[in-house]
């Protein structure tokens, strides 16, 4: 699915589509994008919709950053930009938050590719003319893997 947002209040479409699939049961959701592109304002703009009532910040120096849901309790937002081998996957431990069964987002997952079992969802996000933010979401089930 591919959604073009021209203003932050537009996000509260891609909010409603996130929101669907974890619905439909996902918990995992890959942010991929420039510097820049939205991914941490995606982020903040979906805690604001699950219930988080903390303020919302990039975890890019702390990799993981804590936050409860009225609805949906603990979740987690992690930043992974600043790992540099896969062995840095088990330091911060990347499966130990993929196995709880809590909602994950994660910035830049590329160096965590292949500890991502299905299902997943991957929110592709780049910038096109006049600033257009365009947000390029796809599920990952068992049967991609």
Known sequence: MELHIRA???LNTVTAVVAGHIKAGYFIFLLEGDLGAGKTTLVQTMCKFLGVD???TSPT???VNEYTSDSYGTLYH???YR???EE?????GLEEYLDSGNLCFIEWPEIARKKFDAPYIL???SVGSDNIRIFNITTHDAMDA
């Open 78 to 80: 992690m930043d992974l």
């Open 54 to 56: 903390e303020p919302v």
């Open 83 to 85: 790992l540099d081998k």
């Open 8 to 10: 932050i209040e537009d």
């Open 123 to 125: 929110i592709k996000i």
């Open 61 to 63: 120096f702390s990799l």
């Open 88 to 92: 840095d996957l088990v330091q911060i």
